[in-house]
């Protein structure tokens, strides 16, 4: 359990909190996570009551909670939930701010220890920093122990200038130890599960290694378009927005070594020496692809094009795919490529890392008889249909000694059947608890920016636009080209 | 469990799919997705069928269908662990969907397994630059299932690609097994042969093909026959003659050089055997691409 504390949303109204920060609040409650008298203060540009605010909680848990609305649970969350109405830029909402937090400290019993959750877009960063700074709520030196924490979302930084600018910024009012940069994906069971997976097991060890892998490849696909989020989204990109941070991390976690522990310290280690060995080949023009979803008919619905979306330029170049070869320079995986793809109006939601076996060095059968074998797999399935498949060739019931492949499931809902907290729940709690390894650290986002930065400046020298793909499909022809120049195909998810 | 949908689209489909396969605690398993084209009024047979082969091939069946209603809209139903292993989806486009039904399909494909398209009524002429043919690495049709099964087959034959097959090619599997055993049993120069089947029966047509192709020399197809699909085959040489001669669909006499004639059993097979046949290989059919040559060359000499 957390300990007395009080979580402050910026952006209390936006998408995020209200369908996925605030439920997650609850549901810690309702699991008896989150301590008596907890503070949570929306903050948001609404001249709101209090009990407006707490109507919209209410809602906003009744429908998005993963274990239910209990009343007596509400009754709990509801004695500490205020609101502050007012600009980022508006001192007076901030000398509000700290009077609520002030006031919250005296009668629920939160202690001074506070978490700021920045729910607001990246260019609001650097305001809700300084102001926090400035009306003393980020102090640095307390002399009691109470805590001020600052949370983030990504994207961190457009590139690594970027990055490394808003770090100083952060760190000048925050303990670099305060800082907590969210990537959800780090908060997801199943990832969590490829630490298990990997360093729990004798089994997988001796072949996660270039001896026995072929080639990685790490997919985040996504079916729906922009949605809304053009603001956000034209100018930065699949790569910037999806690469960089969680594909990234996967690969990181896939490829690292075996940490000396699994506090934050160590986990990040090992994380930055392989993001440190990794690199994309120098011909980015064989080795990288890009794409931007076409109008048509995609999944039974029409759907319009990037540059058809509301609030798109006509003439946008900004990708909506993005494929990139990464190689690792060490012992473990020279000369094994992780290919690593993500894009929007892509055939269905799902994430997933495929490990490709090499191929048997002799098959002691006729050629007819495996044409339909292909290479062992072990697929690490990240959502939505969490587990492992394990992929190997068997002989078809017959006569003939005939081979094809079949695939062994471990499916997480059915050998668990409690269901996984959601990844917001699960980094929320650490926040408050003060617990890192499943955050990113700076250097890791710089090293992450280091990766991508050429492959951003050489697609940006290009000046043409992304090559245009049907919606619905899975991605461009590039990116096929990509690795069957490697004599590989991409896997369908 | 059979879940219904009006005005769907496939995340929707994918999310049903999923939350049933946690409820009934299944775990997929499956070899294929199988892709069925079909008409409404042929939907009932083609179901039945498929659920048979899922039976041996657990698969995720996906069975599209034209409605008629005037909307752009796509109607569906989802089964699991109800009469077969596998899953099945039964997809009904409308209005200008119904041209836009890869796009659908797509997304509803397995990952990673081999995809099977099968026709069971009439199919595209060209099915392996179909929309939906495309999507498959198997692609099965029969052309039984055409009003006109000869000028069917002929067509296949022309526009033939690899991993095409017709199930005309699979209701030969025996008589082929047959005829190839007992040359090897009974080996002879062949200096004539000979095919008899009922009108217009393709299976006969294509057997033709095939014994001329392997065998070199010109084969007689007579489409007079009074019984039922594949008549009769004979493969006469200086020793005598290997002849198989049925004419109740059901049970044939076999006679070779020197042996007394013998019953065999070479019943006609059930839609749904055929098609569990066809689903035991899932690579291109060599000897069916050089029989389907065969067929060709036949017809350009004719012309």
Known sequence: ?493 | MIKKFTGTNTAELQRAIDSARHQLGTTSGMVLTLIVVAELDEFDQALAACVQAGREHPSRIVLLTNGLARADRLDASVRLGEDAPGEIVTLRFHGALRQHRETVVLPLLLPDLPVVVWWPGESPADPGNDPIGRLGTRRITDAMGAPDPIRALEVRARNYCPGDTDLTWTRLTRWRGLLAASLDAYPMVVESAEVRAAPGNAAGHLLGAWLSDRLNLPVRVDHGGVGRGVNFVVLAGEEGEIRIERTDGNMAVFAAPGLPERIVALTRRDLNTLLTEELRRLDDDLIYAESMAALVRRLDEHE
């Open chain 1, 1 to 493: 359990m957390a300990g007395p504390s009080a979580i402050v949303l910026f952006g209390a109204t936006g998408d995020l909190a209200t369908k996925k920060l605030i439920p997650a609040i609850y549901d810690l409650a309702n699991r008896g996570l989150l301590a008596p008298g907890s503070g949570l203060v929306g903050f948001a540009r609404r001249d709101w009551a209090a009990e407006h605010f707490q109507e919209r909680v209410a809602d906003a848990v009744k429908q998005y909670s993963r274990t239910g609305f209990r009343e007596d649970v509400w009754q709990q969350l509801l004695e500490g939930i205020r609101f502050v109405g007012g600009d980022l830029a508006d001192d007076a909402a901030f000398i509000e701010l700290g009077r609520v937090l002030g006031e919250l400290d005296r009668t629920n019993g939160t202690g001074g220890n506070h978490a700021f959750y920045l729910s607001v877009p990246p260019a609001a960063f650097d305001i809700a920093v300084a102001q926090l700074r400035k009306h003393g709520l980020a102090s640095k030196k307390d002399h009691s122990n109470a805590w001020h924490r600052v949370v983030i979302e990504k994207p961190f930084g457009h590139d690594l200038a970027s990055a490394q600018e808003l770090e100083r910024k952060l760190s000048r009012a925050f303990d670099p130890s305060s800082i907590f940069r969210i990537d959800h994906y780090l908060g997801k069971e199943t990832v969590q599960n490829l630490l298990a997976f990997r360093f729990a097991n004798t089994l997988f060890e001796p072949i996660w290694n270039r001896n026995y892998i072929g080639h990685v490849q790490i997919t985040m696909a996504e079916d729906i378009g922009i949605a809304g989020r053009a603001g956000y989204y034209d100018g930065i990109g699949a790569a910037r927005d999806v690469i960089q941070n969680h594909l990234l991390q996967l690969l990181a976690l896939t490829a690292m070594e075996e940490p000396t522990s699994f506090n934050g310290i160590d986990l990040s280690l090992e994380k930055r020496k392989v993001l440190g060995a990794a690199r994309v080949p120098a011909d980015f023009s064989n080795h990288t692809a890009r794409g931007q979803y076409a109008g048509g008919w995609a999944g039974g619905t029409q759907v319009a094009g990037y540059l058809a979306e509301d609030g798109i330029p006509p003439d946008s170049t900004t990708e909506t795919f993005a494929a990139i070869r990464v190689d690792i320079d060490n012992r473990r995986w020279a000369g094994v490529p992780f290919y690593l793809r993500t894009g929007k109006r892509l055939p269905h939601r799902v994430t997933e890392v495929a490990l490709n076996l090499r191929a048997a060095p002799h098959l002691p059968f006729n050629g007819t008889d495996v044409r339909n074998l292909g290479t062992n797999a072990l697929v690490l399935r990240i959502q939505p249909d969490e587990g492992v498949t394990l992929r190997f060739g068997a002989k078809v019931p017959a006569t003939t000694m005939e081979l094809r492949d079949v695939n062994m499931d471990f499916e997480y809902g059915t050998s668990f059947t409690e269901s996984s907290p959601e990844a917001y729940e699960r980094l929320l709690l650490d926040v408050l608890l003060g617990s890192e390894p499943l955050f990113p650290r700076p250097e890791e986002v710089e090293l992450s920016w280091q990766i991508l930065d050429p492959v951003l400046a050489y697609w940006a020298e290009q000046r043409t636009a992304p090559e245009s793909y049907p919606p619905g499909t899975w991605g461009p022809p590039s990116a096929t080209r990509m690795l069957a120049r490697d004599g590989f195909s991409w896997r369908r998810p």
